[in-house]
């Protein structure tokens, strides 16, 4: 039993490229999340999806896009990187269900993004 | 918007000692109020977790204190001891049908124990 992973661990990107996050979960979990951490700044949700085949924006959604590819799967995209991306990068996973929001949430262990 | 603040941003506690960390929210609306442990190189995990019911609530040495009329909730770490030094979050979500479990998070104290 896994829990959450991440791929890759660590990525250098040049403005401009694009790149795939990578989030899988093997929990049979409902909900996944994408946040971002920067210092000074905690955890800010960037993307998320309540269950299969939904994603619904966070709070800083902008330069991002995901795909709920599956229960099981749940990727970012920068479609054009810039410096400004340059952070550590969670996925987690919850039980949430619609109208039981107050699940425990499991984080993988973080994709660190330096954007050149 | 901040929607959770929290302070200090970092602490050093010697070990023994009483570790206390602050969050204030403006959401009246929010009603549960978790706190995550996140050591270095690894994603946050749930620490412990309280619902406005009640005042407090104790797992082993870690409380969390909450006063609904101050917007405030706070965690103490009794005893503190140098495994405990790790990156503390607290965080805010509010329950409904419409809700999907997002969590506004504070922004972190990093906290060092001292041997």
């Known amino acids: 039993n896994a829990g959450v992973t991440q791929t890759p661990k660590f990525q250098v990107l040049k403005t401009g490229q694009s790149m795939t996050l990578q989030c899988a979960q093997d929990m049979n979990h409902n909900s996944m999340y994408w946040y971002r951490q920067d210092p000074g700044m905690g955890l800010r949700l960037i993307y998320y999806?309540?269950?299969?085949?939904?994603?619904d924006k966070g709070e800083v959604p902008n330069g991002y896009n995901v795909s709920r590819l599956n229960k099981r799967e749940f990727s970012l995209r920068l479609e054009s990187a810039a410096p400004s991306q340059t952070s550590v990068y969670f996925c987690?996973?919850?039980?949430?269900?619609?109208?039981?929001?107050?699940?425990?949430?499991?984080f993988g262990p973080g994709t660190r993004l330096l954007v050149l | 918007q901040q929607q959770v603040k929290q302070s200090p941003q970092s602490l050093i506690v010697q070990k023994g000692g009483i570790s206390i960390i602050n969050c204030a929210y403006e959401?009246?609306?929010?009603?549960?109020f978790p706190w995550y442990q996140q050591f270095p190189g690894k994603g946050p995990a749930l620490l412990i977790a309280i619902r406005p019911d009640v005042s407090e609530k104790k797992e082993g040495r870690f409380t969390i204190s909450f006063n609904k009329s101050a917007k405030q909730f706070s965690l103490h770490i009794m005893d503190s001891q140098p495994g405990d030094s790790a990156t503390y979050f607290c965080?805010?979500?509010?329950?409904?049908?419409?809700?999907?479990?997002?969590?506004?998070f504070g922004q972190g104290t990093t906290l060092q124990v001292k041997p």
């Open positions: 959401n009246t609306a929010f009603d549960y």
């Open positions: 987690a996973s919850s039980e949430t269900e619609t109208g039981h929001p107050q699940e425990t949430q499991y």
């Open positions: 965080a805010a979500s509010i329950n409904g049908s419409s809700n999907t479990g997002k969590l506004i």
């Open positions: 999806s309540a269950s299969e085949g939904t994603t």
